[in-house]
């Protein structure tokens, strides 16, 4: 296992303390001051209202009335050919609010504020909330990791996730919407309406999900970011309905009804342990103990996301920035858990969508990790590939 101390520290961890913390709630509601584990970040906590508008699709699909329904939609949408989709799918509407969107902005402990500079944007995926990037010790957490060597970092839950608003699952939770909320936050940061702080660059990073998001969000607002992490992504989309069978959607409000007890029936989630691990793990490259912190933290998915998920991958002609691709060498949904057979799939991602991305770019495949990279023994040598990778672009 990686020490956290391995990534780079060069001060003792609680070297110093918040001096004034309600200088930096600006932007949040309900916020509280807390820590990365391994306490190499102090941290804001709370809900960022986010003004958003999309033009969402209409969906001609009710709510389901069962577990039977959820189960027989699956099966169609992954069937040979389908044409499930073209049958649901009807015309644009555009959807705008104001969000509450759960987030936790991290900076190192030995800066006593944020780095105005540049801040790290990270972005989860399926499965999980923002804590995908502070998840079980100091050993797996990227925001930890990256404050040890310097970097602020804002991590958020996704719309219909953790601490953010959960509006209806099927009209309102949808790719463009989650696009329009990503792009709004990044201005936000820009403009000084998070902590007071106008940060001068800002590094998209994602995971899975989350990278499609942020490919989208490089391919329609290129000026976003400075330079993109792409995790648990590649263009070879074959695995994805191996990756769905094996999650085994099922109502969240009946499969986890303690954590989950009034959403309504468009929100999934994996039904099992094993159906987790199937998805995201490469057994004996993980600790086991954390496959079962995965399984009680596991979220939520919508049938909006099902249904529009396709809209994501993007050609970024425009951005002009470095990228790196960073998977798990058994990655199943974006390798078909084999990131180097035929070819390396990392290494296409840049020739593919990012046709003027800097020659600086760059590609890394952690040995033995699965798609949840993060949760993996490897995970730390990982996060040394991305940091160095950003110091060599200037970051």
């Known amino acids: 296992m990686v020490s956290s101390l391995a990534l780079g520290a060069s001060f003792a961890v609680g070297a110093s303390a918040l001096p004034n913390p309600t200088q930096y709630f600006a932007g949040f509601n309900n916020a509280i001051v807390s820590s990365t584990l391994g306490g190499a970040a102090t941290c804001i906590q709370g809900t960022i209202p986010v003004a958003a508008s999309a033009m969402n699709i209409q969906l001609n699909f009710p709510t389901p009335a069962n577990q039977s329904v959820v189960t027989e939609t699956i099966v169609e949408f992954l069937q040979v050919n389908t044409t499930l989709p073209e049958q649901v799918m009807g015309g644009k509407h555009n959807v705008s609010g104001t969000y509450n969107i759960g987030a936790k902005l991290c900076y190192p402990t030995s800066s006593g504020s944020p780095n105005a500079s540049l801040i790290q944007f990270l972005t989860h995926g399926v499965g999980f909330d923002k804590s995908y990037w502070d998840f079980f010790s100091a050993d797996y957490s990227y925001q930890n990791a990256a404050a040890l060597v310097g970097y602020t970092t804002l991590a958020y839950d996704r719309l219909g996730i953790g601490a953010s608003d959960h509006p209806d699952p099927i009209q309102i939770v949808q790719t463009p919407l989650e696009i329009a909320i990503g792009h709004s936050l990044v201005q936000m940061l820009r403009n000084g309406a998070v902590s007071n702080t106008k940060f001068q660059h800002v590094i998209g990073v994602g995971h899975s999900l989350g990278s499609e998001l942020t490919n989208a969000v490089t391919a329609q607002y290129p000026k976003d970011f400075d330079a993109a992490v792409l995790t648990g992504f590649s263009v070879n989309t074959a695995g994805q309905p191996v990756f769905f069978s094996s999650l085994d959607l099922v109502i969240a409000r009946e499969n986890v009804p303690y954590r989950f007890p009034t959403l309504n029936n468009g929100y999934l989630i994996s039904e099992s342990i094993n159906g987790n691990q199937f998805a995201f793990f490469r057994a004996q490259n993980y600790l086991p103990a954390i496959l079962v912190a995965a399984e009680t933290a596991k979220q939520t998915f919508t049938i909006g996301e099902l249904f529009t998920n396709s809209m994501f991958q993007s050609v970024a002609k425009e951005f002009t920035g470095p990228i790196d691709v960073v998977d798990g060498e058994n990655d199943l949904p974006f390798c078909q858990s084999n990131c180097l057979v035929p070819e390396n799939k ?25 798609h949840g990279l993060n949760l993996h023994y490897v995970a730390g040598e990982a996060y040394r590939h991305i940091f160095q990778f950003l110091k060599s672009n200037g970051f």
């Open 346 to 370: 990392a290494a296409a991602v840049k020739g593919a969508l990012y046709p003027n991305a800097k020659a600086s770019s760059a590609v890394y495949v952690a040995p033995g990790a699965g």
